[in-house]
């Protein structure tokens, strides 16, 4: 890790930042979301200026020679502006993640614990072209009670900062502070960002796996976030074969851009002849590029796997296979060459499937359904702030109870810890209180 | 961050652990728990032989001309043995951490999901002189599911090597591989044990507050600790000035090198002139040395604070005082110089502890009790693995949930994204299945 000078107006900015974070981590819930139906209505009345700022983007994009991928993400229509105004309105539906309690227990007569849900303080956000995350980001942190530092990327520039802008307005209307928002703007911002581990509270790095690897490896501040997304399905001896080409197809095809599209296929050596040609068939009418171990080949006139396949992500519709001896076999593959994000055992032996649930290291351990399901969306969370595959929680698929922390709260009347000590110690009488 | 070269045979013994960290984390809380007792048996068997490693131990400090307090700390006597060997029981009893189901619910008609507690992996623990540290941290360490690499102090390392080799064959007459439990015994091990991301999921340093900062400052590891605990309490002009200077007494004596020991006492401008010659006198008749801000060197006789004194943790009894104008004033206070360990007010206003409760940052704020209470066997936890001053969780105390995470786990019967998606999407159920 690179030491950073961070320039006093950046400092400045966080700091402000994390005092405007502070006022608004006491709000009610009420406030907050009275608060984020303003900007909904902001965000409505401005949707004209909004529009021209991105068509704006668009044409100097275009200028630049942006490729057309890039461009369709940067490309902030009427339609898609309305439907994230949308989304505004229903994060400010959602339950209020600040203000759960998770413990209550009296530890003595008059002595009662509570451990609360709270804002965490301040998020930092880098994202790459699409403007619109701007808008869901902001939503959630609002409703979560946290400030928030956002970096879009430079070719959306215009957007952000017209964004920004009609947020910031509609926040001084309401009783949060409109610092609570802020927009970096260039991208030496995004060094002294990672490096305000005073202020900022939880980096989320939305962009390429490089890009978060980077985050990842120069930060001090946790980050929420995966690299990888090297995903498997691994088909048992078991397995109920149609079921088998069923998932496969649906966890590659289906959006194979996506984190936890699948990118190796594990086959059990028994079914692998019988397996691989009925799968083989089913994924290259879809389009997918097969790479296969020399076992594999056997079965597959099919290029030859390097080593190095088992670890990348395609990201595209590219699969590679082995064929292995065993579930140990397959489970050793998994947690060798896996990204910890999300695999899938397809079999109907339920020892089988408990053994690869329990002994896989990964967010997600999957039985007989496709790895495209690994969603905050699918798990009914309301909204996703990130999939981490970091090993401690929060992990997998995020949801707001991401962006908060919890503080215990106990309250007295006189008591001291001398009471509960030596000789003569009173015993703590520890009863769960029910709500 | 520096980069470290590690030694084939520390990186060897580290997947070694890992290895054996994947079976024990499948294996069932019944033979976790016989494990712990096999362990104690056998401690107890061998006691001549742990406190005689022990003796030699303390001889050598003896002629290294250790301190007294050191000394205290590293002596093993069979009475601590005998109390530790008896802990280790009574973490076989504790609730498993393991398996602990947080989410249950059903996605749509056969796709259920689960959020599943299960161990981390593997803990890397460096702690100072007590040897019976060594045990403690192994208990947890079994009962969570997790391997442990362990680092003492060179003072005691005969006490560290007996210790581990007893453990280490108890874990052979068991179902748990003997790998898990793990000692390196050279300094040196101690940056390789932090640079090793890929093998160790969590550190866990016990020592001195700069020892604690080194490790947070020199690992990409996730730590559980605190540097500081700058603790402190708060008089507010409605307090109950009798309730006051007990809690200040009990905060700042009962035990004063505690991380949980009051540090500050702030108090409001309205009662400075009546509260503080009374716990003046109560706090010097048991040895306390005061230091004071300005304004309450016109109550009191005692040096003046410098600035430096706010962010002083003195671990000893010494206590600097700070006379504020306001509540806001005291919040203000704490969350520029406290170190988010445990901050507490005395008031009889509800009002005013409500907005203290919210607005203060840290782990613990309390309400008319001493900042003592902070601690995991207080709260009810049975069992203590750290206290975390950082931001996420897990915060404050931590208990054996501190030492496990959590995956998802789905399953199906062949169910497919693609269902869920597109122009006739199947909606989810998102159903709550009540255990």
Redesign the interface.
């Known amino acids: 890790?690179v030491a950073t000078d961070i320039s006093p107006t950046t400092r400045e900015t966080a700091q402000q930042t994390k005092a405007a974070a502070?006022q608004l981590?006491?709000l009610s819930t009420e406030d907050r979301n009275a608060a984020l139906n303003v900007i909904a209505d902001a965000l409505t009345a401005a949707s004209e200026d909004i529009v021209a700022a991105n068509q704006t983007d668009c044409a100097n994009a275009e200028q630049d020679g942006i490729s057309s991928a890039l461009y369709a993400r940067l490309k902030l229509s009427e339609t898609k502006l309305k439907a994230t105004i949308a989304g505004v309105r229903d994060v400010a539906n959602l339950a209020d993640p600040v203000g759960q309690m998770q413990i209550h227990?009296e530890?003595d007569e008059g002595?009662v614990?509570k451990r609360v849900t709270?804002p965490?303080?301040v998020l930092g956000i880098i994202f790459e072209a699409r403007p619109e995350a701007l808008i869901q980001i902001t939503a959630l942190a609002v409703k979560s009670g946290n400030g928030v530092i956002l970096k879009g990327g430079k070719e959306a520039i215009q957007s952000c900062q017209t964004l920004t802008r009609v947020i910031r307005d509609a926040l001084s209307q309401t009783n949060i502070n409109p610092n609570v928002v802020q927009l970096l703007t260039t991208r030496e911002e995004i060094r002294e960002l990672l490096a305000l581990d005073e202020e900022v509270?939880?980096i989320i790095p939305r962009g390429s796996n490089s890009f978060v690897r980077y985050v990842?490896?120069n930060t001090?501040i946790?980050v929420l976030g995966h690299a990888d997304g090297i995903c498997h399905v691994y088909v048992d001896a078991a397995a109920?074969l149609k079921?088998a080409v069923?998932?496969t197809?649906?966890?590659k095809v289906?959006?194979p851009a996506a984190c936890n599209a699948v990118e190796t296929l594990l086959v059990h050596q028994q079914v692998a002849g019988e397996f691989l040609p009925q799968v083989a068939i089913a994924l290259q009418e879809n389009g997918v590029e097969l790479r296969g171990c020399d076992r594999s080949l056997e079965f597959l006139s099919i290029p030859q796997a390097t080593p190095e396949d088992w670890s990348t992500e395609y990201s595209d519709l590219v699969l590679s296979i082995r064929v292995v001896e065993s579930l140990e076999d397959a489970i050793g593959h998994i947690?060798t060459y896996g990204s910890k994000h999300t695999d899938s055992i397809i079999t109907q032996n339920p020892d089988t499937?408990h053994?690869f649930?329990?002994?896989v290291?990964?967010?997600?351990?999957?039985?007989?359904?496709?790895t495209?399901?690994?969603d905050g969306f699918?798990?009914?969370f309301g909204a996703e702030v990130g999939i981490s595959t970091?090993?401690?929680?929060p992990?997998?698929?995020v949801g707001l109870e991401g962006l908060v922390?919890?503080?215990?709260?106990?309250?007295?009347?006189?008591?001291?810890?001398?009471t509960?000590?030596g000789e003569n110690a009173k015993p703590?009488t520890?009863r769960t209180i029910n709500n």
């Not at 290291?361 to 496709?370: E, L, P, Y």
């Not at 922390?405 to 001398?418: E, F, S």
């Open positions: 890790m502070r981590a006491v227990r530890l002595l614990l709270c965490l303080g509270d939880l990842q490896e001090r946790p109920d079921q069923d998932v197809v649906d966890a289906q959006y947690n499937a053994k649930l329990k002994s290291d990964a967010a997600g351990v999957f039985h007989n359904c496709s495209r399901f690994s699918r798990y009914g970091q090993q401690m929680p992990r997998g698929p922390t919890y503080k215990y709260q106990l309250v007295g009347d006189g008591h001291i810890a001398a509960y000590s703590f520890h």
